[in-house]
């Protein structure tokens, strides 16, 4: 044991399956070797005092859009992964709407090797479903890819699953996860001619939630929900964004016995429609954010536990496509290094309790996923964790910015609470404002 690297975190208060408690966290290689009080270490060790702050497990975001490959003057999984660990999650899950699209076992293949070689956090890639694909889906390993995504409406990258019959036979023939992005086209399509009708060219961006409406979102989600009860599927629900979507999901059993469950995003819980005004096409997202009453509810629905997982759907533009009119502005912003900071600063607002935010952005992503031996404090797991400074108030500005497109919806903001080091697979990879050079990166599995 003598070769093997230690390191002892002091002085800490841990965030941990619904208990905050001062201790301390011996780290040997890359598991959590121990938690505990007065923590006796024999041989060399490093010794890191946290000074009082608070330790959670590092998050674990269940949807971004790193947009390699073939989107790169966007993000990079270099960039982007590096963002995240400034904002304290540790592993990423990934989309497969890039060019080309990950709907081939040999694509799926391609991207983690290119993760395996850039990537600075944890990853996993998601299969994409298509209308003509069952039979790559049905040939997936499932201790490799965490779910299946499906597009129930258009959203960028054209990946549109319209063929019913083709639904139903993906729904009752794989046991993954089958993750879907729930809005009706057809009511889209009706909403976008009635704006182009009485506008032209220059619809407002105040438009957005009315043309991806309420009716949109809850129409498309209800008829996912009602196939996964009818053909037993398992479905998972991404970035709900309206108060009328909760009563299709339920609180009354524990997330393991889920059949059903569903997602929240950092934007639907921060903006509202009356940020269109000051923000335009920078906070445009599909599912658009919606009414000052629908973020209520959604806060309400985390923390009911109608809501089972917080994300960020990462998604990054450069400026220049923001700047398109209405119709050529593409929907999506970045979002993994100002999650945590902005979740921090809605504890200070009463909005959720850190341990509620650490339930649903680190434990239930890893049981939700059977991700392996991460998203909890726990000895014998992988020391992927995040120390913040719950009280430090820091204003976001451009030049802080990681993400490759350089730009960032909270510019301007000032949070309450800062991210001040990020370990993964017990080494240091963030820390005084410093992503490492060297990457601690490693890929996901998945206990199934």
């Avoid at 009082?52 to 992964?81: C, M, W």
């Avoid at 729930?182 to 506008?199: F, L, P, S």
């Avoid at 992503?435 to 206990?447: C, G, R, Y």
Wanted: charged share 25%; with cysteine.
């Amino acid at each position: 044991m003598n070769t093997d690297s230690k390191l002892k975190i002091i002085n800490a208060k841990l965030v941990n399956e619904g208990n905050v408690f001062d201790g301390e966290i011996l780290i040997v290689n890359d598991r959590i070797y121990k938690i505990g009080s007065q923590i006796e270490v024999e041989g060399e060790c490093e010794i890191y005092d946290a000074n009082g702050n608070y330790v959670l497990p590092g998050l674990i975001d269940d949807q971004v859009h790193f947009r390699e490959p073939g989107l790169t003057h966007k993000a990079t999984i270099a960039t982007e992964s590096k963002a995240a660990l400034a904002g304290g999650i540790t592993s990423f899950i990934e989309m497969p709407n890039t060019l080309p699209q990950t709907t081939t076992i040999e694509e799926w293949e391609t991207k983690n090797k290119r993760a395996a070689d850039t990537s600075f956090a944890n990853y996993a890639f998601m299969f994409g479903g298509t209308n003509d694909n069952l039979e790559e889906i049905l040939a997936l390993d499932t201790k490799r890819v965490p779910a299946l995504k499906l597009f129930l409406g258009s959203s960028t990258g054209n990946m549109l699953v319209d063929n019913p019959d083709v639904l139903r036979k993906i729904f009752s023939n794989t046991d993954l996860v089958i993750a879907v992005h729930c809005e009706d086209e057809g009511t889209i399509r009706a909403n976008m001619q009635k704006a182009v009708e009485i506008y032209g060219e220059d619809i407002p961006m105040s438009q957005h939630p009315i043309i991806r409406s309420e009716e949109a979102c809850y129409l498309s989600s209800s008829q996912a929900v009602a196939l996964a009860k009818e053909t037993g599927a398992r479905l998972h629900v991404f970035h709900l964004s309206t108060a009328k979507e909760l009563s299709l999901f339920r609180n009354d059993i524990p997330l393991k016995e889920k059949k059903i469950t569903a997602e929240v995003c950092i934007h639907h819980l921060w903006f509202s429609a009356e940020d269109y005004d000051t923000k335009g096409a920078y906070i445009k997202w599909n599912p658009a954010v919606k009414t000052k009453e629908d973020r209520a509810a959604l806060w309400d629905g985390l923390n009911s536990d109608l809501l089972d997982v917080l994300a960020t759907d990462h998604a990054p533009h450069t400026k220049e496509e923001k700047e398109n009119k209405y119709k050529k502005a593409p929907s999506g912003g970045p979002l993994v290094q100002h999650a945590l900071p902005a979740l921090l600063s809605a504890y200070h607002q009463g909005k959720v309790t850190l341990e509620k935010m650490v339930e649903k952005a680190c434990h239930n992503p890893a049981i939700l996923f059977d991700v392996k031996d991460r998203g909890f404090l726990k000895e014998g797991y992988f020391a992927d964790l995040v120390v913040v400074d719950i009280n430090k108030e820091h204003t976001i500005e451009a030049s802080d910015v990681l993400y490759k497109c350089g730009w960032s919806p909270f510019e301007g903001t000032t949070f309450k609470g800062s991210v001040e080091r990020t370990l993964l697979n017990g080494k240091w990879v963030f820390k005084e404002g410093v992503v490492a050079s060297e990457s601690a990166a490693k890929a996901l599995t998945f206990d199934r």
